[in-house]
Nanobody, 120 residues
Framework: QVQLVESGGGLVHTGGSLRLSCAASGKILSLNYVDWYRQAPGKQRELVAG??????NYADAVKGRFTISSDNAKNTVYLEMNTLKPEDTAFYHC???????????????WGQGTQVTVSA
């Protein structure tokens, strides 16, 4: 089985920084892709950033402030968040597709999430 565990959330002031981690464990051959999503109270979940073998992508709202990266040796994807704004306040969680077998079998799932709160 595969598990995703997010960490790194917390409370910061406007302009501050946080680094979120999404760590995958279990039977993993490789991470096909990992996406970070967020959901604020009363709002729809939105895709924040994603990373795969073909590159990275970002929501317009976070371009230039957030950076997604991966450490393949640790099966971990990071979301470096700088110049945080109150509107970045949300529950962040990662979604990943993982290659679990040489026959091409994959696993797709979500972590439990982590709260990010940015005070004005």
């Amino acid at each position: 089985q595969v598990q995703l565990v997010e960490s790194g959330g917390g409370l910061v002031h406007t302009g501050g920084s946080l680094r979120l981690s999404c760590a995958a464990s279990g039977k993993i051959l490789s991470l096909n892709y990992v996406d970070w999503y967020r959901q604020a109270p009363g709002k729809q979940r939105e895709l924040v950033a994603g990373i795969s073998s073909t590159g990275t992508n970002y929501a317009d709202a976070v371009k230039g402030r957030f950076t997604i990266s991966s450490d393949n040796a640790k099966n971990t994807v990071y979301l470096e968040m700088n110049t945080l704004k109150p509107e970045d306040t949300a529950f962040y969680h990662c979604n990943a597709e993982v290659l679990v077998d040489s026959d091409g079998s994959t696993w797709n799932g979500w972590g439990q999430g982590t709260q990010v709160t940015v005070s004005a």
